[in-house]
Each structure stands twice: as C-alpha cells, then as structure tokens.
C-alpha cells in the first residue's frame, strides 16, 4: 500500500515562496512519475505540475510555469513543488499523486495514488 504525506503548505503574501514536499510510505516511487494537482473552493481539480520518474521530464500548467519548479528525490522517496512568485490566485489545497504507466500527465484519472492534500493560502 502506498501512503502520500504532503506537507509545507501555509500562509504567504504576494510575491512569497513555499516550498511542498510529498513523501512516499510503502512501495517506493522510484519507477513512477509523480504529479501535483490543486483544487480551489468552488473549482474543479486542476493540473500542475508533473515529473518523470526519473526526473528527466517535467511538465507545468501555463499558469504556473516560469514560477513552480518541480523536482524529486528517489533516494528519500519524496517530490517537491517550489513555488515562487506566489499570487492570490494560487491559493488551493494542493495534492501529489502517483500515476499510473500510461494516459497523459495533465489528466487526474491517470493518477492512482493521492495524498491528502496540504493548503496554500496567498493574501493580496
């Protein structure tokens, strides 16, 4: 069984960083690739970010690229969302997810293992 733990969310102003961690318990990550999914109040579920196992790709929402970078650690078994620039907008609960051998990174159906989700909150 595999366990997601994220953590790292909080409160932050414009312009401010966070960074997420996501760490695996159980079955080890090292051949999978990993995204970060968001949902906002009111708002459907949105991609973010995704990595390759390996790390050699990555891919990003157009509303976060240039700002988020994301990374992973096999040997801690743990993947990472930077966040800089932080806008309003960005405020959600933010989930990592393992996905699956196929379908496409940008879609939350190909992903079969979630966390629980930590908040990020920017004020204006």
């Known amino acids: 069984q595999v366990q997601l733990v994220e953590s790292g969310g909080g409160l932050v102003q414009a312009g401010g960083s966070l960074r997420l961690s996501c760490a695996s318990s159980?079955?080890?990550?090292?051949?999978?690739?990993m995204g970060w999914f968001r949902q906002a109040p009111g708002e459907e579920r949105e991609f973010v970010a995704a990595?390759?196992?390996?790390?050699?790709?990555?891919v990003y929402a157009d509303s976060v690229k240039g700002r988020f970078t994301i990374s992973r650690d096999n040997a801690k078994n743990t993947v990472y969302l930077q966040m800089n620039s932080l806008k309003p907008e960005d405020t959600a609960v933010y989930y990592c997810?393992?996905?699956?051998?196929?379908?496409?990174?940008?879609?939350?159906?190909?992903?079969?293992?979630w966390g629980q989700g930590t908040q990020v909150t920017v004020s204006s």
């Open positions: 997810a393992r996905k699956g051998l196929s379908g496409s990174y940008l879609d939350q159906y190909q992903y079969n293992y």
């Open positions: 990595i390759s196992w390996s790390g050699g790709s990555t």
């Open positions: 159980g079955r080890i990550l090292i051949t999978y690739s």
